[in-house]
């Protein structure tokens, strides 16, 4: 995917355009402030797989911990439920 970098200055001027081009181009949008990067404008589908990925690689994090432990799943699911049948 490539990429375009815009001022916040410029993409208050050109929002649609920029918005356009994410879109129909599929064209990451770098927005800067003071030179620096402070926010991304990016398809919304791209968004989605970004967040699928990010919760894929902390199931995977979780796994490998409770792998560390020693304790099966059944014995895992078996606590959890316990714990929130307890809450008030």
């Known amino acids: 995917m490539k990429g375009t ?3 916040v200055a410029e993409g208050k001027k ?3 355009r920029l918005l ?5 181009k599929k064209e990451k949008i770098i927005v800067t402030k003071r ?3 402070v926010a991304v404008i990016v398809p919304y589908e791209e968004y989605q797989r ?3 990925l990010e919760g894929y690689k902390k ?7 409770f792998s560390k ?3 099966r799943a059944e ?3 078996k606590e959890a439920k316990k714990q929130l049948e307890e809450r008030p």
């Not at 356009?20 to 129909?24: G, L, N, S, Y």
């Not at 199931?59 to 911990?65: K, Q």
């Open 5 to 7: 970098t815009v001022s």
């Open 59 to 65: 199931i995977m994090e979780a796994r490998e911990a």
């Open 69 to 71: 432990t020693g304790l």
């Open 75 to 77: 014995q895992i699911y």
């Open 50 to 52: 970004s967040m699928r």
């Open 14 to 16: 050109g929002f649609s």
């Open 35 to 37: 030179k620096k990067p």
């Open 20 to 24: 356009q081009d994410a879109i129909e």
